[in-house]
């Protein structure tokens, strides 16, 4: 899209770093009632009241996270927000804020950012936050965008990662794999562009598992589910980098074991037939695929009768002593010991 | 100091993306009543209690924002933390956590990042905030690091960029020009050794500015001083573009016009020696150098003799009539219009 030579161009010496910042920013207006002040200040001023506040913190880089010749700009300004948001809604937290910071080389002409704002702008209205702040500078190469979500919850609200128990439920929302297989189908199609430009792919078979990769939401609907059917969850944590890192991740700060039980693993059919024409194993891609922003939790048992047969969400084990330590339960009832496939930037290439 | 062939080398690969954060935040520890939790959950969780929330957030290139041949990472850690704080003592708030993300290239060694952190940790304890969270990944090229600071403060204590009247004195902290002269003799040093590296440079004449280029401190003690005074500025801002471009921010939020007094700006002896051996105005350093983080604010007339004689404090014009514009009245008793000189990441090379 950055190719498109009919579009106008403005390059961003013109508008300067303040300019470039105003001009950006000038369609959002403060709706949280947290937010006294946004942007134009030294800093923002927030108001949470008798609330606390979580804060978290993503930075996305062009090259490492993300890949722009499938990637339109609007997209990756939605997921920027969302993937932060996403950690926010893991603590069982509301999100309220952000701030934007980036880096731009000049290759990206006004109109990019436009595009990019855009996709920030649709996720702060789906998620109801705030913009209150950024920074916005050149870079050398490529495009790289910091973001700092901030959330509000009572106390007694908030899920920790380090409150599973021994026998408690493990519990996860939607389906998982599908943003790994449609990472799987645009660099297949990116491959196919170089050799055939004129081909036109046809995505449609896979528009869920693309979506999914592209335009991924966060799980706002599940602290509300949650509410609605009495149920406080021992632990959560949102699924950035694949089932099994995260479910490493609840074990080791809960001191707790856990088997996870392969036939239970939520996969949407679209999942399940573009891993048998990719020829790779579903479950791999479950466990170790990352980017879904799916929630996994744990719950009390006394709370299964509550969630059961909820379409949202899917028991896939249970918590066990740290002792037994933490494994896959095979369809064949062989028991795997879950490692972290979790994708990690320093010795990945591009996801 | 990365050429140092002696030292250890650990690559990033070996830890990964996790192993690195806890390696890098392990002696950090939470000290600020209203930290609950800080790095290792989805997000951090804050307690403002009756306080309200002050946030910032800056971004940090290498390149374009710093040149690591003459700035050592444990500086660089320091000063990308004060220049983040610096925003939050603006608001007359009091910064409490911060978060930092980083991304760094391969040819980073572990003993780098732990430099960097060394700085990080220094400057934390030194403001008394604490590391709540950060994402660390890859890049490409070179080092980015990206902060976001938080505060807080009464609300009847906050000050704004928007309350200056007509009248109001316009008073600065400390002196300035000071970074900016020590930017040009690192440079100076910088070209001198490119030609002849067995050259050993005397900084000692220079060592005031160029711990104001490399190890800038950011003004706590100004709010604490304004509070022993009973002084509360009408409205306050930090100076990291150069004085004119501040007191024109001042002018437009608050809807007010200034006459700034070139013989009252104040100017350490070291920036006035070296400019004329660099054959500069001081004054134009003053006005368009930057990153001094000294505070410029403004007073009501009747607290003028609760600050007189401050050996901290300098009373350098007055607020107008927005109509009447901004100037610079200068020693030779004209008038001169403020322009925003201030640095531009888009249009500038290297500051």
Known sequence: MLEDKKQE???????????????????????QASSL??????????????????????LLIEGVHFDLSYMPLKHLGYKA???????????????????????????FPLEALEELYAGIALAAKA??????????TSSKTGLLISITALGEAKEEALTYRNGAKPNDLLVVSGDLGGAYMGLQVLEREKEVFKVNPANQPDLEPYSYIVERQLKPEARKDIKELLGQLEVLPTSMIDISDGLSSEILHLCRKSSVGCNLFEDKIPLDPTVISSCEEFNIDSTMVALSGGEDYELLFTID????????GNPNLTVIGHMTDANEGAHLVTRANSKIELTAQGWNSFTSEQP
């Open 9 to 31: 161009r403005t390059t961003l010496e013109k508008l300067g770093e303040f300019g470039l910042i105003e001009h950006l920013t000038q369609n959002f207006t403060l709706q």
């Open 37 to 58: 002040m946004g942007i134009g200040d030294d800093a923002a001023v927030l108001d949470f009241t008798d609330n606390k506040t979580a804060v978290t913190t993503d």
């Open 81 to 107: 927000v969302v993937v932060n948001l996403s950690d926010v809604y893991a603590m069982n937290a509301t999100p309220t804020q952000i701030t934007v910071s980036m880096a731009v080389s000049n290759r």
């Open 127 to 136: 998620y109801n936050v705030d913009l209150i702040g950024g920074d916005t």
């Open 301 to 308: 048992q006394k709370d299964f009768s509550k969630i059961k």
